[in-house]
């Protein structure tokens, strides 16, 4: 069982910036990938970043790719969403998630969900 917190939400003007985090519980975390993803009012859950056990393997969402940075600190059971130049199509409720497996996109493929930060961007 893994138990996920999220952190860091907020409001924030374009073209700024907001760090994300997740704490889990458990001592099994570094054997988990951990993703974040995100929904937006109206809108389904979507996939934003995700990243392997040891942190060498990450894979991106095209909308924020090369804007967005997930990292993870396996000593403090933390992953982390660094989210620059951010728009107002980022805008959303970010949910971190956790499962045994590979890196994926899917929504399916994760076991475990946190509550959900809001971050709100301004134009």
């Known amino acids: 069982q893994v138990q996920l917190v999220e952190s860091g939400g907020g409001l924030v003007q374009a073209g700024g910036f907001l760090r994300l985090s997740c704490a889990a519980s458990?001592?099994?975390?570094?054997?988990?990938?951990m993703g974040w993803f995100r929904q937006a009012p109206g809108k389904e859950r979507e996939f934003v970043a995700t990243i392997n056990w040891s942190g060498v393997s990450t894979r991106y969402a095209d909308s924020v790719k090369g804007r967005f940075t997930i990292s993870r600190d396996n000593a403090k059971n933390t992953v982390y969403l660094q989210m620059n130049s951010l728009k107002p199509e980022d805008t959303a409720i970010y949910y971190c998630a956790a499962t045994p497996r590979g890196t994926s996109r899917g929504t399916d493929e994760y076991n475990y969900w946190g509550q959900g930060t809001q971050v709100t961007v301004s134009s």
């Open positions: 458990g001592r099994t975390f570094s054997s988990y990938t």
